[in-house]
């Protein structure tokens, strides 16, 4: 069974807004992180929490335009993204683990099979 489930990727303007989700169907993790990576780049951190809520972290060139939280009805976390700039366009990846790793590490024992986004300009 796969341990992350990315959903909520598309296509859209500048400018523009998209909600990812990520699920973790039959498992309870502590921590979840997402990452992106554009074609020719590595990967790089984008936002980071608890499945329980509290403490978050971001990239300094997501802050203010993304948030994340868990959407407790459907039992996911979730990555809002507004205000979306072209370089914003990647595939984003869901991490996720039960680890004692702080948010503030990059380092997750699972992630999903990722979810594209393309900003158009």
């Known amino acids: 069974q796969v341990p992350l489930v990315e959903s909520g990727g598309g296509l859209v303007q500048a400018g523009g807004s998209l909600r990812l989700s990520c699920a973790a169907p039959?498992?309870?993790?502590?921590?979840y992180g997402w990452f992106r990576q554009a074609p020719g780049k590595e990967r790089e951190f984008v936002a980071a929490?608890?499945?329980?809520?509290?403490?978050?972290n971001y990239a300094e060139s997501v802050k203010g335009r993304f948030t994340t939280s868990r959407d407790n009805v459907k039992n996911t976390v979730t990555l809002q993204m507004n205000s979306l700039k072209p370089e914003d366009t990647a595939v984003y990846y869901c991490a996720s683990d039960s680890s004692y790793r702080s948010i503030y590490s990059h380092v997750y024992d699972y992630w999903g099979q990722g979810t594209q986004v393309t900003v158009s300009s």
């Open positions: 039959g498992r309870t993790f502590r921590r």
């Open positions: 929490s608890y499945w329980s809520g509290g403490a978050t």
